[in-house]
């Protein structure tokens, strides 16, 4: 009963918050500090869960607690039926939610929530890397597809024989940097590749970076310092393709406040015909690459902290094999193997997805020894 009590003080503590968030969120002051106010909504809607998950346990508990009191004191073998049960029932459901309420109590990520920037590079293996580089972003694609994600392209460049050298990608929904942070890293993939003529097995590789998007409030830029140039974006297209000036460069000099270097940023984007659009995405991209380098150093202090298998933000680190001839696919995080490899790269990625959230919420778990 020890536990028991320790959770259902732990949420005692919290109705006070989850009240005076309540009532916070409706205050004319807050709503007008746009900051302020995404946080405590988001901070509301995580107390809000808790406290529904507070009501289930404590009705277990007293439901659990009349039955044990029936069993004991009732002659009726009806009543006795009905209250074993009962009992049977809570007895199952208790743990279930125990467990689920301390995940809720381990601090989340205050990034979590966040869409993402997601860049991939093809590494070592020349036209074979950027094919691969390729078929994961097509794996991305299809899986932000099934989760209803919104990925749209901002910058692309093409390899010889097909796929990307480079491509990055803005992606927007719910929770995705919460779910895409562990695919940050080294993929690696042994097969053949088409342009082997002697059937022999290359191993080659693409790196896949996941940068939580910053909001136009987590970062100070001076506008008045960027430096525009528009050019005309070629590609595919009908007659009026290079016509339109409708490519957009920027440059900025920034500060990193971590080493106190100058540094110049140029960003282009081509992805619409739209000028105002693709100015409006170079100012994000610009927005998110300032955010991710000033939060390295956090990022860093975090990983160097909590040393979790899972999510270091270490994107040095090879974190997946792919192998083509035997199907399967190793998580070298979470020694994670399976031989669906067909599947896989169609973007059925969730139970590897799964699998790391379970091993860093016990590593989580642990540190807070709830």
């Known amino acids: 009963m020890a536990t028991n009590n320790t959770i259902l003080e732990k949420l005692d503590g919290l109705q006070a918050r989850f009240e005076e968030v309540s009532t916070l969120i409706t205050d004319p002051n807050v709503i007008g500090d746009q900051q302020r106010y995404v946080r ?13 998950a507070r009501k289930e346990y404590a009705n277990l508990l007293g439901n659990l ?29 208790l743990p ?15 990034e979590d929530a966040k869409n993402v920037v997601l860049e991939i590079r093809g590494g070592t293996g020349g036209d074979e890397a950027a094919l691969f580089a390729g078929d994961l972003f097509r794996m991305y694609a299809k899986y932000c597809e099934t989760k209803g994600w919104k990925m749209e392209v901002s910058s692309a460049s093409e390899g010889a024989a097909g796929g990307f050298k480079e491509v990055v990608c803005s992606v927007s929904g719910t929770d995705v940097y ?22 022999r097995v290359h191993t080659s590789a693409a790196t896949v970076a996941v940068l939580p998007e910053a909001e136009a409030f987590d970062v100070v830029i001076n506008e008045g310092e960027i430096k525009w140039d528009t050019f005309r974006s070629s590609g595919a297209g ?34 619409t015909r739209d000028q105002p659009k693709n100015k409006e995405r170079a ?8 955010y991710d380098n000033e939060h390295q150093k956090y990022v860093d202090d975090i990983a160097s902290r909590r040393k979790t298998l899972v999510s270091t933000g270490d994107r040095s680190a090879k974190i997946r094999t792919y192998n083509y001839p035997q ?8 020694g994670y193997t399976i031989y669906n490899l067909s599947a896989f790269m169609d973007g059925d990625i969730q139970d590897c997805i799964d699998h790391l959230i379970v091993a860093e919420n016990a590593e989580r778990l642990k540190e807070s020894e709830l």
């Not at 939610?97 to 989340?108: F, N, R, S």
Request: glycine share 6%.
């Open 178 to 199: 919460g779910t895409l942070k562990y695919e940050s890293g080294v993929h690696r993939v042994q097969r053949v590749p088409a342009t082997e003529t002697q059937g």
């Open 327 to 334: 199907g399967r696919i190793t998580d070298h995080r979470i």
């Open 40 to 52: 405590l909504t988001r901070e509301y809607k995580e107390l809000e869960d808790l406290m529904a």
């Open 96 to 110: 279930e939610i125990e467990e689920a309420i301390k995940l809720m109590l381990v601090p989340k990520d205050p």
């Open 238 to 271: 009908g007659q009026n393709v290079n016509k339109v000036e409708s490519g957009v460069r920027l440059r900025y000099n920034w500060k990193n406040p971590n080493t106190g270097e100058v540094q110049e940023i140029l960003i282009e984007c081509t992805e």
């Open 65 to 93: 607690e009349e039955g044990k009191d029936i069993l004991l004191n009732e002659s009726d073998p009806d009543m006795k039926e009905m209250a074993r049960e009962q009992v049977a029932e809570c007895e199952k459901r």
């Open 283 to 290: 100012l994000a991209r610009l927005r998110t690459f300032i």
